[in-house]
């Protein structure tokens, strides 16, 4: 990956360079010039209409110039702002694909191949269903379901989804919205793992109920 140009300190990298004052002033003072000599003698123009000519070309240059400078400035803070997005999702602890309509993968980050247990080669262009787990698998109906909840009416939303890893199967959350990649309709979709706060909010509810349990049952004894 193409590493992004760092900007000086204090810059913003979004912003492009000025165009230079003295080509303002070219164009400027080529105009005026211009202006003046048809105000003054209109019939001047026909008299002398090549160095009219020649006068409207050298301003035409001027602007293409200007023009091109333009041009040029705002490619590069494209560019630049492609390098820090591209750093942004690369660099994310947070497994991210891109989906397509047929919710095949057209993309990944790192983390996503690492949490997917799968080179980044092997996992793009992968449909992303038969990586979820055959529970869901057997619904049967779910691709379905998962297309129109990530191209539906809704710009972003969450998807719940089981995953097999191994001996297990985490709970996750499919944190998606809609995006143009290129000219392709395609979901970013974040895959939070919540299966250990799952667990752990099972685990505190199960030690609540003992513990009112537990509350109840000596509250009776010293009753009775």
């Known amino acids: 990956m193409k590493t992004p140009n ?9 912003e492009s360079s000025p165009v230079e004052p003295a080509d303002d002033a ?20 026909a008299q002398d209409g090549a160095d009219a000519l020649i006068e409207e070309l050298r301003i035409h240059q001027v602007e293409l110039e200007l023009q091109n400078r333009e041009l040029q400035d705002t490619n590069l803070k494209l ?9 942004l999702f690369e660099g994310s ?43 869901v698998q057997s619904s049967g109906s779910y691709g379905g379901v998962l297309q129109a909840e990530l191209f539906g009416s809704n710009a972003a939303g969450v998807i719940s989804a ?6 297990e199967t985490r709970e996750v959350q499919l944190r998606h919205r809609r995006m143009l990649y290129g000219d392709v309709d395609v979901a970013l979709v974040a895959v939070y793992d919540v299966t250990e706060e799952r667990r752990l909010h099972a685990h505190l509810r199960s030690a609540r109920a ?9 509250t009776q004894f010293l009753a009775n």
């Open 26 to 45: 070219r164009l400027r003072q080529a105009r005026a010039r211009l202006d003046h000599k048809r105000l003054i003698d209109p019939a001047s123009l």
């Open 6 to 14: 760092v900007p000086p300190s204090g810059a913003n990298p979004s």
């Open 162 to 167: 089981t995953i097999p890893m191994g001996q």
């Open 79 to 87: 560019a630049e702002a492609r390098d820090w997005f591209e750093a």
């Open 210 to 218: 003992s513990a009112e349990a537990a509350l109840t049952a000596k």
């Open 93 to 135: 602890p947070i497994p991210h694909v891109l989906l397509d309509r047929a919710l095949v993968v057209r993309h990944c980050n790192l983390a996503a191949s690492d949490y997917f247990g799968l080179l980044r080669r092997v996992l793009i262009q992968r449909p992303l269903v038969p990586l979820l787990s055959a529970t």
